[in-house]
Structures are given as structure tokens and as C-alpha cells.
């Protein structure tokens, strides 16, 4: 979904429950209807409907309660439900001009096949396939942290407000960054670079 906020407010809304719960209610007069809904979203948005809000070189021209209100089209609990956040600033001429490549895509490719493989093999026997399935039964049983992986997120969860589902959420994301990597425990790094990913306001 690009330009996320474009959308309104109330069609954004109705994703939080496929998102949560991978089924889709309709209630018509006559009586409600589930379907399954799973899917993956992958959304982008400005941090102002000029484009320009927070960058380094070109101002942006937007006030700042026009600001607020384009950004809080983006609902706390819909933000609350998105795992990965991730800010992309202006790249500077350098960076294009520069003629090294980043790691290619059948590499990464290579890496994530085999940490989908790992999470299969994890949850065999159930109707789960990925992290992104588990329940908190099983992120309990599959996600254990060690003394210092819990005081990074007790911390974590008190400095940003985390609720009990981003608390999740995390678990399972640092799960899998440890899977990319093929390391059977989550370690403090993982989590740390877990958290990165939660969202941030602009303002
Ligand atoms: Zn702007």
C-alpha cells in the first residue's frame, strides 16, 4: 500500500483484525461471515503530505498541525500490529555515485530460504509455518532470552511504552534475525535490532 495515510482512516482500520487474527468478519444484516486473510503487508508513507517533513536540505512547507494530522491518520494499534519500521532518508550523491554493490539478491534469497526451512522444522507437527504464526504459547517455549536479553526488554518495554503485543512481536522478530544469522539462541544483538524496528513518531 503505498501512500498508507491516502487511504482513510477507516479503511486502514478494518486491517487490524486480518492482521492480527488472519481471518476477515463481514456482518451483513443477515448474519456475519469469516474468511481467511492472510497476507503480508508492506506499506509506505511521507512524514508529510509535502514529503519534506524532517529533512536535512529541503524544508518542508506543511504547518506543523497539518503535519500531526497526516501522521495520525497512521492509528496507534495499526502501527502497534506493523513489525518492521523502517525510516529511509534522503541518500546522499556519494552513496549513488558509488560503484560497489550491495549484497545481491540471490545471496539473501539463500539465507532466507534457509531460515524459512528452520522455522518449519520448528513448528512441525502444528499448522504454523513461520515465527510470524507463533502464539504466545509458543513464543514462550521457542523464544527464551537469558538475563540480559530480559533486562534489554524490561527496559525497552518501560522507555517505549511497548504494549503486550509489540512485546510479542518483538520476541518473534528477534527470532527470526537470529534464524538469518542460523543461531539457536536469540542473542542481545538480535534484540536490539529487534526494537530498532519499532515504530517511531516524527514529532
Ligand atoms: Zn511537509
Redo the contacts with the bound molecule.
Keep these: 500500500m503505498d501512500e498508507l495515510p491516502e487511504f482513510g482512516m477507516r479503511v486502514l482500520e478494518v486491517l487490524r483484525q486480518p492482521l492480527e487474527d488472519k481471518v476477515v468478519t463481514i456482518s451483513r444484516a443477515r448474519g456475519a461471515s469469516s474468511f481467511p486473510a492472510n497476507f503480508m503487508l508492506v506499506g509506505a508513507m ?8 524532517g529533512d536535512p536540505i529541503k524544508q ?3 504547518s506543523s498541525a ?2 500531526t494530522r ?1 501522521q495520525k491518520r497512521i492509528s496507534g494499534p495499526l502501527l502497534d500490529r506493523i513489525d518492521i519500521h523502517v525510516e529511509v532518508p534522503r541518500v546522499d550523491f556519494d552513496k549513488l555515485a558509488d560503484d560497489r554493490l550491495g549484497e545481491p539478491s540471490v545471496k539473501i534469497r539463500e539465507r532466507v530460504e534457509l531460515a524459512r526451512e528452520i522455522q518449519r522444522k520448528r513448528l512441525e507437527g502444528t499448522e504454523m509455518t513461520c515465527n510470524a504464526d507463533m502464539r504466545p504459547t509458543e513464543v514462550r517455549k521457542f523464544c527464551p532470552l537469558d538475563d540480559l536479553g530480559k533486562g534489554i526488554v524490561r527496559q525497552a518495554m518501560s522507555q517505549l511504552q511497548l504494549s503486550a503485543r509489540a512485546f510479542h512481536r518483538i520476541l518473534k522478530l528477534a527470532r527470526t534475525i537470529a534464524d538469518l544469522s542460523q543461531e539457536s539462541d536469540i542473542e542481545p544483538s538480535h534484540l536490539a535490532e529487534a526494537l530498532q524496528y519499532r515504530p517511531r513518531r516524527w514529532n
Design positions: 511521507n512524514p508529510c503530505p509535502c514529503g519534506y517533513f518542508c512547507s506543511c497539518i503535519v497526516y
